[in-house]
């Protein structure tokens, strides 16, 4: 039987709760995700990358962050690694095509995942 193909991500995809636009490209041979725009401002107030570990990087602005990188096409499914700004920790992650046009994302710390529905934007 032939392997599945990864259906296509790219596009703008709202996140968990409609918190954050993610807009999803090519990014050299790889698919990335970058914030495009803050729904919800964040609970603390910060529009900066404040839970960065690396204090260098915490004036990054949140609009434009990148928080999905690498992303490459395994099977029917997208892996690659996904930034969590309110954490400052970065996660294995798991990307797949859901239900009605939704994008199931995948953080995973060992063999824990765990998923979010991120749904289109169109």
């Known amino acids: ?11 703008q995809w709202y996140t968990k709760d409609k918190r954050a636009l993610v807009t999803i490209a090519p990014c050299g041979k790889a698919l990335c995700g970058k914030i495009a725009r803050l729904i919800e401002q964040p609970k603390s107030g910060a ?6 570990p ?8 949140l609009v434009g962050l990148p928080i999905l990188s690498g992303f490459v096409a395994d099977g029917a499914k997208w892996r690659g690694q996904i930034y969590d700004p309110n954490t400052g920790k970065t996660y294995r ?3 797949s095509n859901g ?18 529905i991120w749904t289109s934007a169109k």
Do not use: H, W, Y
């Open 1 to 11: 039987m032939p392997a599945q193909a990864a259906e296509n991500i790219t596009g």
């Open 54 to 61: 690396d204090p260098v990087l915490r004036k990054r602005k």
């Open 93 to 95: 992650s798991i990307v």
């Open 47 to 52: 529009t900066t990358d404040v839970n960065n």
């Open 99 to 116: 239900k009605a046009g939704s994008l199931n994302v995948e953080g995973c710390v060992a063999m824990f995942c765990q998923t979010q």
